[in-house]
DNA sequence: CTTACTGCAAATCTTTTGCAACGTC
DNA sequence: GACGTTGCAAAAGATTTGCAGTAAG
């Protein structure tokens, strides 16, 4: 943890980011949070515990920088606000279950799109970069109903 | 096309509710437009153009109740905003290229996933009643710069 | 004639921006 | 010390809601 904190450090310092006690803060917010896919707002709210001080527009604009640089990815799961994830986790092979009706978010993995990345692009000259695949439904104790 | 309206009013009456003028003149937009992926904005857009009485409220509202009918579903391109789409498109096997320079959106066919789908169910017990499948990257015209 | 639907305006919610004060390098 | 960064408050967008009037079945 304490490494992956590091070299996220010096990515931003790389980028001539400066490493301030907020961004610090946010990062450690995120990597304690890791399984979770906060939105800005509950980032915002659990690092208002350690330091009230600190602002919501900080946050939102700690979480853009950390997307431009790749360290973390948006994903929308449909529930009205941005989501972050840890670009790094398991990168190119995992995918969300979202179920519709309570919203609870499985993770999965699988490597059948690695093929699928390769073929689109020679037949339609598409670069890929990245992809996000969710699959809508009903987890197991939402079926019942 | 009238096919398809007559059958989209008909689901609509189905679930009792009302053919209104408006909701008539929303589904002939998207349908003069399947091919586009319209925003709420947009819609209400074209809409005035046609009835300028229209609110954009009245759009909200419809495409809410359309999509709960699974005649649209949403789709979200990271633009800020939420766009739509006919459920019946291809249904199962259509999937998504995002410029992420220009913002161009490619449709792209592959049935790859249904076999996936049917695993995911047997491994992990969520039942899939459906999929996006988006690819992010650089389309053809972009790749230059 | 009843009940759902509409248009408008106001409210809400998430995210962005302007700016003076502040802190990192 | 310079310049990027912060917190606050205000602004901006997208979407939702309340309500009185209107119209579909």
């Known amino acids: 943890m304490q490494k992956k904190f590091d070299s996220y450090c010096e990515r931003l310092q790389e980028k001539s980011y400066k490493i301030t006690p907020q961004r610090q803060m946010i990062l450690k917010v995120l990597l304690d949070n890791a399984d979770k896919h906060l939105s800005a707002e509950e980032v ?33 799961f449909g529930d009205g606000c941005i989501r972050y994830e840890f670009s790094d986790k398991d990168a190119h092979n995992h995918h ?29 000259k598409f670069e890929v970069t990245n992809h996000q695949l969710k699959f809508f439904g009903y987890c197991k104790d939402c079926q019942s109903e």
């Open 44 to 76: 915002h709210y659990i690092a208002k515990q350690r330091d009230p001080e600190i602002g919501l527009a900080t946050v939102y604009r700690t979480l853009e920088i950390l997307d431009n640089i790749n360290i973390l990815h948006k994903i929308d």
């Open 96 to 124: 969300h279950l979202i179920c519709i009706n309570c919203g609870r978010v499985i993770e999965f993995n699988d490597d059948l799109l690695e093929t699928l990345e390769t073929w689109i692009e020679k037949k339609t």
